[in-house]
């Protein structure tokens, strides 16, 4: 019996260590950097066993995770070491104008004063957000889909919007609408995911738009299943228990008013396909509609906010598919009762925000945040963009929308749910 404890523990040890050469080996091709900036000082709680003699548990030994989990962070403090031999100089900050076409003006920012009552206080004024989020987490009586199940029961595809930096143990949930292109621009400068000419990228503003959102550039959650296996679970939690996490979030009704300008209002031959004639057929009674999306704004056929609002309350939408994520709730993209974000960051404050954060993951000596633009869709144009959607609808897409509402600390906007 003793020979066989000893071979069955050898042979778990001999499996976990051929798991790490594996993933040592992924690192070193660079697919993905495994460096764990704390080691895991958790103490590991020894089980007995397994035996078929009552009492026969003087042998022992750790689970799979346990021993996974410690291999993990010794590796990792040998990856720290080797990684402060190339960290990068620091930089200047970007004197580059934001781009000024079209396109660009539209996706411009929101510069609403909602958080103008909280506290001036950066750490405090944090302090409060996280408490809102976490308190309305525990809450049971505050209820949406898919708030109690657990990190677990996420799938997959659903993760693919947890960008990770392990180089600087950094996690980063982009929400589109919500400065995400010049947030992924920085994890691209921090991760060096991606060079010009075997030249990492040092200003984010030199990366081009294209590279940003190709989903190849970035290390996202839902690809660890291909790279670790049946691993891939307790090694995104060992990193995000360790890592830092932040997303940004702003206003649900303004980012729905700036998703439809940029994607409705701009020539965008996907969406037109895909989205903007199905909507002028089903909501505008069109039967024959352009082949372009040129031909059909020269021919005046657009889709109206209405008709987007009509989407977003059809059930038919959904049964279809899950809605894009340019219009899905920050809630099902970055599952805040499901992942414990250190920062949570808003559109309206965006410039202290960014530099407060910057400033928490230490890398404001390496780069600046990108100067933002003033946009054109502020809050007080939510009354204008409403005016003509029934008052049940708007009531209907509030309670579409509530849990960022409530999630986040925005307040409800009593004026559009009203006669």
């Not at 900036?37 to 397994?50: E, G, V």
């Not at 720290?80 to 190339?86: N, Q, S």
Request: charged content about 25%.
């Amino acid at each position: 019996m003793t020979k066989s404890r000893f071979f069955r523990l050898w042979l778990v040890l001999g499996s976990v260590f051929m798991i790490l050469l594996i993933i040592v080996y992924w690192d070193n091709m660079g697919t993905a950097h495994l460096y764990l900036h704390t080691s895991l000082s958790r103490p590991h709680i020894l089980q007995p066993f397994p035996s078929s003699k009552p009492g026969d548990g003087k042998y022992f030994t750790a689970s799979i995770e346990e021993i996974l989990e410690k291999l993990l962070s010794a590796h990792a403090k040998q990856n720290i070491l080797l990684g402060r031999k190339v960290e990068q100089p620091s930089l200047l900050a970007s004197s580059k104008p934001v781009l000024s076409n079209m396109e660009e003006s539209v996706r411009g920012y929101d510069w609403s004063n909602h958080d103008a009552q909280q506290s001036p206080d950066p750490d405090r004024r944090q302090a409060e957000r996280r408490s809102v989020l976490r308190g309305f987490c525990a809450n049971a009586s505050f209820v949406f889909p898919a708030k109690e199940r657990s990190f677990d029961d996420i799938p997959n595809y659903e993760l693919n919007h947890l960008i990770v930096d392990d180089r600087h143990g950094v996690i980063y949930c982009y929400v589109p609408k919500v400065a995400c292109t010049n947030w992924k621009r920085v994890m691209i400068v921090l991760s060096q995911s991606l060079s010009d000419q075997g030249t990492p990228y040092r200003d984010p503003l030199d990366i081009p738009r294209e590279y940003v959102h190709n989903s190849s550039t970035h290390l996202t959650f839902n690809k660890f299943w291909r790279r670790y296996g049946k691993f891939s679970r307790h090694l995104m939690k060992v990193k995000l228990k360790k890592y830092t996490k932040f997303l940004f979030v702003r206003d649900p009704f303004i980012r729905l008013i700036s998703a439809f300008r940029s994607k409705f209002e701009l020539e965008n031959e996907e969406f037109y396909q895909k989205f903007a004639v199905p909507m002028l057929k089903r909501y505008s009674n069109h039967t024959s509609l352009p082949k372009s999306v040129s031909e059909a704004f020269s021919a005046g056929l657009r889709v109206s906010f209405a008709n987007f609002i009509q989407y977003l309350l059809d059930p038919h939408t959904e049964k279809l598919a899950p809605f894009n994520e340019h219009w899905r709730q920050v809630h099902r993209l970055c599952h805040p009762c499901q992942i414990d974000y250190d920062f949570v960051g808003k559109l309206e404050t965006l410039d202290q925000d960014a530099t407060q954060l910057l400033r928490l993951l230490k890398v404001d000596k390496l780069l600046q945040f990108p100067p933002s633009y003033r946009n054109r869709t502020a809050s007080s144009w939510e009354e204008g963009w409403f005016a003509k959607i029934p008052l049940a609808w708007r009531q209907q897409l509030y309670k579409l929308y509530e849990a960022d509402f409530v999630l986040f600390g925005y307040p409800k906007p009593e004026n559009l749910l009203r006669d």
